[in-house]
């Protein structure tokens, strides 16, 4: 599915006037999607405590910090620069910097690979080679594989998309550790399920923006009830799956009674949002944005979580 009669990219702010050098450097870091990042480095700083058993070095959190910024940064540039006709279609991406023409598309994709290539090696010297290669598969499965290959063609986009998500929990553990184990793949697995019923119920919200532009998100492709018993299964599935890291990571009481209580919670909004789709309740009524900030909230109290526990073994 494409894109279909949408406004051209680029044509507002096309002349100097309207190119300010304040404006641009804004519109540069709005390229990396800065809220975003926040929550891919919200999983990672955690993880490096859990991995260290402790307090990790602060200057490698720095420099896992600087290298992941850099790194998402670019994948998103990248996305920005992929899906600029359907952001100019859609209302709640119709002012970002590509559709407006605050940066070109070929300043967007230089801008894209020059932080891709400048993170691989800053992680790389700084850290180590393999939180720098788990840093890059994450950029180049995002942009290839979700953006170019996924997002506009199949409505389980997101689910497997979203395994770029993923990495950074990956990457603060190889940075501490040099190596892998089962503690991080449990996480990666905790995300991974967190990630379609955190990102649902925002598609259930903005369904129209994404049925204009031809994207097919699962709640444009299925009904509300449909969406919601998914939103349920895979909650069932994350809150499992996150009372894992348990034995596998020995972790102190804290992580496991912190994973029950806030999965508690994650389970009665998504059992709610369900009852209020089966019942038929539509619009603010359904009141879906409930468990998206929620999950937010789930995942950065999860985290905290994981950075205290190893100082209450």
């Known amino acids: ?23 641009r450097v804004g519109a540069f870091v709005a390229l990396t999607k800065p809220r975003i990042i926040e929550l891919l480095l919200m999983s990672t700083v955690p993880v490096m405590f859990l991995a260290q058993r402790g307090v990790p070095d602060l200057w490698l959190v720095l420099a896992v910090v600087i290298g992941g910024y850099l790194s998402a940064g670019g994948a998103n540039a990248l996305n920005m620069y992929i899906d600029r006709d359907i952001d100019a279609v859609m209302s709640r991406t119709e002012r970002r910097p590509l559709v407006t023409g605050m940066v070109s598309p070929r300043e967007a994709v230089v801008f894209g690979i020059t932080l891709g290539v400048v993170s691989t090696l800053w992680l790389g010297y700084f850290v ?7 840093a890059l598969a994450g950029l180049l499965f995002y942009v290839f594989v979700y953006t170019l290959g996924l997002k506009r063609r199949t409505a389980q986009n997101i689910v497997w998309g979203g395994i770029a998500g993923c990495m950074p929990v990956l990457v603060g553990w190889a940075a501490v550790t040099g190596s892998l184990s089962w503690a991080p793949f449990v996480l990666f697995l905790v995300i991974f399920f967190w990630t379609p019923p955190h990102y649902w119920p925002l598609s259930m919200k903005v369904r129209d923006d994404y049925a204009k532009a031809g994207v097919p998100m699962l709640p444009v492709t299925a009904g509300n009830l449909a969406v919601a018993r998914q939103i349920v299964a895979y909650s069932w599935v994350m809150v499992g799956v996150s009372l894992l890291l348990w034995p596998l990571a020995h972790t102190s009481w804290l992580y496991p009674v912190s994973a029950v209580l806030l999965g508690g919670f994650w389970l009665k909004e998504a059992h709610g949002l369900h009852a ?38």
């Open 128 to 134: 180590n080679w393999l939180a720098s290669g788990l």
């Open 276 to 313: 209020r789709a089966k019942a038929g309740l539509e619009g603010a009524k359904l009141k879906e944005m409930r468990l998206f900030h929620w999950s937010i909230t789930y995942l950065t109290l999860l985290m905290v979580a994981i950075a205290i526990d190893p100082f209450t073994g």
């Open 1 to 23: 599915m494409t894109a279909v009669e949408s406004r051209p990219a680029g044509v507002l702010g096309t002349t100097p006037a309207h190119r300010p050098f304040g404006a």
